[in-house]
Each structure stands twice: as C-alpha cells, then as structure tokens.
C-alpha cells in the first residue's frame, strides 16, 4: 500500500522557535496533502488542504501566519509551526491522496514546547 | 458542526468476544470511512463505505451504513487483544473537496 512518512516523529522545542514537519509521500505522487492536528484522547481536527504549486486551504480558525504549509512537489508538504508556544504542543498527522478518495496517513509528530 | 459521533466512547471486552462501535452524522455524505490508531500512531484505513452501499465486510470487519438514519456500525468478530486501538469514523461530502470529518473515536480494549 502507499506509505506516507513523517519527520521527525517526536520534537520538543523551547517557546519562541520555530519548527518544520516534513510530510513525505513515498511511493506516489500526491497531488493533495492534507494537515490534522490531534490532542490527547481526542479525534483529529483538519488544519488545512495542501495542492502540490499552490497555497494551501486553512480550515476556519487555524492561524495561516502561525502554521506555513509548503507543498514544493508531488511528494513533499512542510508544515512549519512558527514563534511555537506551549499551547501549539499537540500531534501533527499528514495524509496524502491521489484520488481524493482514500488519504494515507503518516505515523504523526508528537510535537513539544516547553 | 461534529460530523461523526462515535459511541461508546470506551468499550473493553474480552478476546473472542465481537465489538460494535457506532457512528452518527448530521449531513448526508459521500463516503464513510473507518480508521484505526494505536496509541500514538498515525492512522490505518480499515474500509470505505459509498453512500449507495448498506453493508461492506472485510476479514473480521463488517460495516453497515444507514444513510436513513445517518448512522453506521463497525463490529468487528473474534476480537484479538491486538485489535485494541482508537476506531474513527471519518465523513466526506464528495465533490471537489473530500475534506474528510471526523468523529471522536471510540477507544477498544480486548483484554487477553
């Protein structure tokens, strides 16, 4: 099946820096990536909709300045969590699709900021 | 508003033994999707279920969809301590965005 890798799977990070996520789809071209954002014990919540060339769809409430998304080729989504406070400490989970109808999920990023 | 609510939250039962998780939705959807998440890791597909479908099985998994009732089920036969995981039920509209909703899980253990 299609295998979607995340990096790094865990970072912790001092308040006040910024972070990068890679997504990575490796063994097919993705053409819409997609970025979720998941607190303990709870469901995952969409960030946002990320098309390889152009800029990325957010979801209402989530702060396009805060989370930058770069989607630079039909493999590859960046997820980069800027000026990162304690409250953005969460698990990051990407999926990538090619048919829109079935996403593939990466492993996660636990993400920490002290 | 929540698509997808999954219930029972939690639901511990013993090995051999089948689970049911349920889940309801307010729209009417395209597609249904099951996942499964172990603690801490990303996300497996278990099965997709068209709007057009009532029922789907695959292995130990079966998925009944009632679009009427905006409601599906996943039971899963034989439950392995290995089966233990967070079930999603996760909802999209079709069209072109197939954003996917999802509901809020509902945590399986099977105790050996």
């Known amino acids: 099946g299609a295998v979607v890798s995340q990096h790094p799977s865990r970072v912790i990070c001092k308040s006040g820096t910024s972070v990068k996520i890679e997504c990575r789809s490796l063994d097919f071209q993705a053409t819409t990536m997609f970025w979720y954002r998941q607190f303990p014990k709870q469901s995952l919540m969409l960030m946002a909709t990320?098309?390889?060339?152009?800029?990325?769809?957010?979801e209402q409430g989530v702060e396009k300045d805060k989370f930058l998304i770069n989607h630079a080729s039909l493999t590859l989504s960046t997820l980069t969590v800027t000026s990162a406070h304690p409250e953005d400490s969460s698990f990051y989970i990407c999926?990538?699709?090619?048919?829109?109808?079935?996403?593939?999920f990466g492993p996660g990023t636990r993400l920490t900021v002290t | 508003s929540q698509q997808g609510e999954e219930d029972p939250q939690a639901l511990s039962i013993q090995e051999g033994e089948n689970a049911t998780m349920n889940c309801s939705y307010k729209t009417s959807i395209n597609n249904l999707q099951w996942y499964r998440q172990n603690s801490g890791r990303g996300l497996v597909h278990l099965i997709l279920?068209?709007?057009?479908?009532r029922e789907k099985h695959s292995g130990r998994l079966r998925v009944t969809l009632d679009t009427s009732k905006k409601s599906s089920s996943l039971l899963i036969t034989a439950s392995r301590a290995a089966d233990t995981a967070s079930y999603f039920c996760?909802?999209?509209?079709?069209?072109?965005?197939?954003?996917?909703?999802f509901g809020k899980g509902t945590l399986l253990t099977v105790n050996p």
């Open positions: 279920i068209r709007s057009n479908e």
């Open positions: 990320s098309n390889e060339g152009s800029k990325a769809t957010y």
């Open positions: 999926s990538a699709t090619t048919d829109l109808y079935e996403q593939y």
């Open positions: 996760a909802t999209d509209y079709g069209g072109s965005n197939y954003k996917l909703t």
